[in-house]
């Protein structure tokens, strides 16, 4: 099962919404239908109502990746869990569109794509892909983004698990504001001692 590929269906659904800038862009169908990707069958289905249902699955969603951002495991986990058993996957085994060098099938995990509703579907291989992905690699390469206001979901797949940021835009903004914030607080205690905020 390709575990990056599941799952950022639920990184993508929660990057939908930033709620410190009170932004949503899980607004219609067609935006849906881009969250389906390659999934074209799938997304062909969507209706109107499959926007309030990943809206409400999206906030259960942000809450998983809230509570492994703040290493509690267990939560994390149980919320998964309880979105897992409602939204059930079904896996088939594929090969028909991978060939090894012989012209052989390369055998795989698919999600097969027969619930009742579009939403419930993307759901299904948001939710599995997630819950695929912390089991291989851990509750800890969950996280949100650390710099403010965004928020965003994230999976690190860094090789030392040292990942705070949703993508390198965020950590230089971050690492920017950091910079600016000591030399802020360097001029401040320069000041207080008596001498000018610029003399160096």
């Known amino acids: 099962m390709e ?11 929660v990057n939908t919404e930033e709620p410190e800038r009170g932004t949503d862009t899980l607004t219609s169908v067609e935006v849906v239908r881009e969250l389906f990707g390659s999934h074209r069958q799938a997304a062909r289905r969507v209706s109107d109502a499959d ?18 951002g703040e290493q509690d ?20 085994i594929a090969g028909h569109d991978y060939r090894d060098e012989d012209g052989n099938p390369r055998w795989h995990l698919h999600l097969a794509e027969n619930p ?3 939403g419930a579907g993307y759901a299904a291989i948001a ?3 997630l819950a695929v992905s912390l089991t291989e690699l851990g509750v800890d390469r969950l996280g949100v983004c650390n710099s403010d206001p965004c928020r965003n979901a994230y999976i690190d797949t860094s090789t030392n698990r040292s990942r705070r940021y949703c993508s390198d835009r965020c950590a230089t903004r971050a690492n920017v504001a950091a910079y600016r914030a000591r030399k802020r607080a360097e001029s401040g205690r320069r000041t207080t001692a ?5 003399d160096k």
């Open 194 to 198: 008596g001498r000018p905020a610029d």
């Open 127 to 129: 939710c599995m892909g």
């Open 116 to 118: 009742v509703n579009a």
């Open 51 to 68: 926007v309030n249902r990943l809206r409400a699955v999206r906030a259960r969603l942000r809450a998983v990746f809230a509570a492994a």
């Open 73 to 92: 495991e267990f939560r994390a986990v149980d919320l998964l869990n309880t979105l897992l058993m409602e939204y059930p996957a079904s896996p088939q």
């Open 3 to 13: 575990l990056t590929y599941y799952a950022d269906f639920a990184v993508r659904l």
